[in-house]
């Protein structure tokens, strides 16, 4: 059972780490590349993306100290 429940935070914790580390890079690389043919992605995807890893950090220490780290 607790697998099961530490599943439940873990994998949406997961996917927030991995979305926001997806979103504040492919930032980065609109903003550094400069490219002529499309307009930049905006800087409040960064922030989007910082606040999406922050919370699926945050998931992920929540479960391990409900949880356990096995």
Avoid: C, D
């Avoid at 400069?34 to 890893?53: D, K, S």
């Amino acid at each position: 059972m607790q697998q099961v429940l530490g599943a439940l935070i873990g994998v949406p914790a997961t996917m927030l780490v991995a979305g926001g580390l997806g979103l504040v890079g492919v930032t980065l690389w609109s903003r550094l590349g400069i490219t002529r043919r499309r307009e930049p992605i905006r800087w409040a995807h960064l922030g989007l993306g910082v606040v999406m890893f922050a919370a699926g950090a945050l998931l992920v220490e929540l479960e391990i100290l409900l949880f356990g780290a096995g």
